[in-house]
């Protein structure tokens, strides 16, 4: 049922708003998008899934969500669903690190690299 809700708030949203740039045709178009973005939260799953079997295999415990989410609060984008919980602590070690240290110049530094280095590897 939280499917449900979930995709019939979607719906309301998006309608709302192409509704606003696009009175005809609205429902169309907004069921569309509601369509491409099913399709994506699937995809995503899956391979959240795959990491997690493959991370399995190797005896890698994955990152938390709770790691997953302090790193994209510094800023960090595209998080590689195979990080590990280790590599994880030790990138918000050096990030809590620089923050306490006040020094922004070096965190936004480090949070570019990485965001480069995994763009590169998508």
């Known amino acids: 049922?939280?499917?449900?809700?979930f995709?019939?708030?979607l719906f309301?949203?998006?309608y709302e708003r192409v509704s606003k740039v696009c009175p005809e045709g609205a429902r169309d178009v907004a069921l569309k998008i509601v369509e491409e973005i099913a399709k994506d939260v699937r995809s995503e799953?899956?391979?959240q899934s795959k990491a997690k079997?493959?991370?399995?295999?190797e005896g890698v415990e994955l990152a938390t969500r709770k790691q997953r989410e302090a790193l994209h609060k510094f800023g960090l984008k595209d998080v590689p669903?195979?990080?590990s919980k280790q590599e994880a602590?030790?990138?918000?070690?050096?990030?809590v690190g620089f923050s306490?240290?006040?020094?922004?110049?070096?965190i936004a530094k480090f949070v570019e690299e990485l965001n480069a280095k995994w763009k590169k590897s998508q």
């Open 1 to 5: 049922m939280e499917k449900v809700d």
């Open 7 to 9: 995709y019939c708030e």
């Open 12 to 14: 309301a949203a998006v």
């Open 45 to 47: 799953r899956g391979s």
């Open 53 to 57: 079997v493959e991370a399995k295999e």
């Open 81 to 83: 669903e195979n990080l």
């Open 89 to 95: 602590s030790e990138i918000l070690d050096k990030l």
């Open 100 to 106: 306490k240290d006040g020094d922004n110049d070096s």
